[in-house]
T-cell receptor, first 111, second 113 residues
Framework: DQQVKQNSPSLSVQEGRISILNCDYT??????FLWYKKYPAEGPTFLIS?????DKNEDGRFTVFLNKSAKHLSLHIVPSQPGDSAVYFC??????????FGQGTRLTINP | EAGVAQSPRYKIIEKRQSVAFWCNPI?????LYWYQQILGQGPKLLIQ????????DSQLPKDRFSAERLKGVDSTLKIQPAKLEDSAVYLC???????????FGQGTRLTVV
């Protein structure tokens, strides 16, 4: 039962342009959503999060949008930089319960 | 601040052998997690400790996997006997409390041949 889905295994974007990574979830009880970034041979690192009471959260070049009615969230990176090339995981949880991760999207930023 | 430490970084074993992984969380973090990440998938929680007590082990294959967190600090995850499908990266993470931000270690890549 895949409660959190990232349907795009990979995404390629030109440097300076906007990167948009998408995530869908099925459990309407999730109330907190996170994005993690993972470089090869390293563990995931926290990037940005959003509570279900909000529909947008911004941190520098990174913005997360939440559409509760569609059970969809997205991560926008603008402008994209070569150092943003990594695997991005969407994750969700209900209260203090465990995080449920999506499959990940490999983002490649081309010079 | 030191991060989450895991060892070994890599391990290759034959099926039916046993293996153990070690994790040292960030100092003061009460919550410790073990995740399994199979290639092409997201991390899946195997077990969660709050201090030295188990909070969630619903997805831990208890016939072959075991974990302990003696004294509420370091933790070990053991697989005995290993199967081919156990090949994965095993990630340890810790957080100050349940529901707070989790910090991950670099992981142990296990290959079962």
């Amino acid at each position: 039962d895949q409660q959190v889905k990232q349907n795009s295994p990979s995404l390629s974007v030109q440097e300076g342009r906007i990167s948009i990574l998408n995530c869908d979830y099925t459990n309407s009880m999730f109330d907190y959503f996170l994005w993690y970034k993972k470089y090869p041979a390293e563990g995931p690192t926290f990037l940005i999060s959003i509570s279900s009471i909000k529909d947008k959260n911004e941190d520098g070049r990174f913005t997360v949008f939440l559409n509760k009615s569609a059970k969809h969230l997205s991560l926008h990176i603008v402008p994209s930089q070569p150092g943003d090339s990594a695997v991005y995981f969407c994750a969700a949880r209900r209260g203090a319960q465990k995080l449920v991760f999506g499959q990940g999207t490999r983002l490649t930023i081309n010079p | 601040e030191a991060g989450v430490a895991q060892s070994p970084r890599y391990k290759i074993i034959e099926k039916r052998q046993s293996v153990a992984f070690w994790c040292n969380p960030i100092s003061g973090h009460a919550t410790l997690y073990w995740y399994q990440q199979i290639l092409g998938q997201g991390p899946k929680l195997l077990i969660q400790f709050q201090n030295n007590g188990v909070v969630d082990d619903s997805q831990l294959p208890k016939d072959r996997f075991s974990a302990e967190r003696l004294k509420g600090v370091d933790s070990t995850l053991k697989i005995q006997p290993a199967k081919l499908e156990d090949s994965a990266v095993y990630l340890c993470a810790s957080s100050l409390a349940r529901g707070s931000e989790a910090f991950f270690g670099q992981g142990t890549r296990l290959t079962v041949v």
